[in-house]
């Protein structure tokens, strides 16, 4: 099993890998796995597109990647129908809401609730099919973005509104040309 890890913290990123390691571990069904670590904090567009074509089976993503990117690769996975579970990790002071339905599962941190391996648990221990997904078409991944602007404003501040967040999002990756992807990959006709 690969899984890719993108958090802006330096503690997360050096506490989840083992934790995870050590949660596959006791599973039957997973003999070998590699976790890669990246910086959020210096993750980019292009080099996000890229990770999400090595063909990883579960992506986790910290929710405050710069420029919405945790949007983004969230929009990108559903269009793309990239085969990754997608788990957000965040320490998000409030519920999430129906914008949660962006991800494949949510681990909330710290563990106030649950233990570190009922959240393993929860989100990586059920079985996963990606047809499963709710979001079918464009218009409910727009709805899912809003109600998560809406409710979590700290990802685009200084916005008036979730609408307002919504449009300087849409802005960013669908009105400016420059940061597209040229080839012809699926993520790139995304």
Not at 81 to 107: F, H, M, N, T, W
Request: aromatic fraction near 6%; hydrophobic fraction near 45%; glycine fraction near 6%.
């Amino acid at each position: 099993m690969r899984l890719l890890l993108l958090h802006t913290d330096e503690g997360v990123r050096s506490f989840i890998p083992d934790l995870l390691r050590h949660w596959l571990a006791k599973s039957p069904e997973t003999s070998a796995c590699e976790v890669v670590v990246e910086d959020g904090s210096n993750l980019d567009y292009r080099r996000a597109v890229s990770l999400l074509e090595e063909g990883f089976e579960c992506i986790i993503l910290n929710l405050r990647l710069p420029a919405m990117l945790s949007i983004r690769i969230a929009e990108l996975v559903h269009l793309a129908k990239i085969p990754a579970r997608l788990i957000l990790v965040s320490g998000a002071p409030q519920d999430l809401g129906p914008g949660i339905s962006l991800y494949d599962g949510y681990i909330r941190i710290p563990f106030f609730e649950k233990s570190m391996e009922t959240s393993l648990d929860e989100t990586l221990g059920v079985p996963f099919c990606v047809e499963n997904r709710s979001m079918t078409s464009q218009e409910h991944l727009d709805l899912a973005i809003i109600n998560l602007l809406q409710k979590y404003d700290a990802l685009a501040p200084g916005s008036r509104s979730a609408l307002h967040a919504f449009g300087l999002y849409r802005d960013a990756y669908l009105h400016r040309p420059s940061i597209g992807i040229q080839d012809k990959s699926p993520l790139a006709q995304a």
